[in-house]
Structures are given as C-alpha cells and as structure tokens.
C-alpha cells in the first residue's frame, strides 16, 4: 500500500505563506498522478491542486491560481504546496492525495489519501 503524511500546516497570519509537504512511503509513487484536495469547516472535501508523475499539467482551482504552487520531487517520494498570500478563506484541512491512474478533480476518484494538516489564517 502506499502511504501518505501530510506536514506543514499551521497559523498564518492573512498574506503570509506556508508550504505544505507530503511524504510517500510504502511504494514508489514516481508515476502516479497527485493532488492536493481541501475541507473548509462545515464544507465537502473540495479539490485544491494537482500534478501529473511527470510534472506536466499542473492544475488549479480558480481560487488559488496566481498564488498556489504545486510541485514533486519524485526521486525523494514527496510533493509540496507552496502556499502565498492566504486568504482567510483558505482556511481548510487539506490533504494529499495519490491514484496510480493518473489525477482528478473528484476527491471520490483518488485511492490513497493523508491524514490532513490544519491550515488556518487569521484576519
């Protein structure tokens, strides 16, 4: 099985930044698709980010494009969410995601998923 642990999140004030981390584990994760999905309070599980094995066609919900950055490093089995200029309303449980088939938008599609980390920005 693979494995995934989430790391990074944390107290920000608004406009300050955090950068997420995941950790594979288990097996190579070199050719699977990854993503990072959010759970705003009292909402449904909402797509974030997502990056193909290669890195080609990294992929944004509105909402953060322009300051989101999704990246991986596929020699060290982890993948990274630079996060710039938080809002309040990025304030989520976010958590990674991996599917050997390759990536999607709906949270329901991807096989392996972390535990989450808390992000929350204060106004």
């Known amino acids: 099985q693979v494995q995934l642990v989430e790391s990074g999140g944390g107290l920000v004030q608004a406009g300050g930044s955090l950068r997420l981390s995941c950790a594979a584990s288990?097996?190579?994760?070199?050719?699977?698709?990854m993503g990072w999905f959010r759970q705003p309070p009292g909402k449904e599980r909402e797509f974030v980010a997502s990056?193909?094995?290669?890195?080609?066609?990294?992929y944004y919900t509105d909402s953060v494009k322009g300051r989101f950055t999704i990246s991986r490093d596929n020699a060290k089995n982890t993948m990274h969410l630079q996060m710039d200029s938080l809002k309040p309303e990025d304030t989520a449980v976010y958590y990674c995601?991996?599917?050997?088939?390759?990536?999607?938008?709906?949270?329901?599609?991807?096989?392996?998923w972390g535990q989450g980390t808390q992000v929350t920005v204060s106004s």
């Open positions: 995601a991996a599917d050997s088939r390759g990536t999607w938008l709906r949270a329901n599609e991807w096989k392996y």
């Open positions: 288990g097996r190579t994760f070199s050719t699977y698709g």
């Open positions: 990056i193909t094995w290669s890195g080609d066609s990294p």
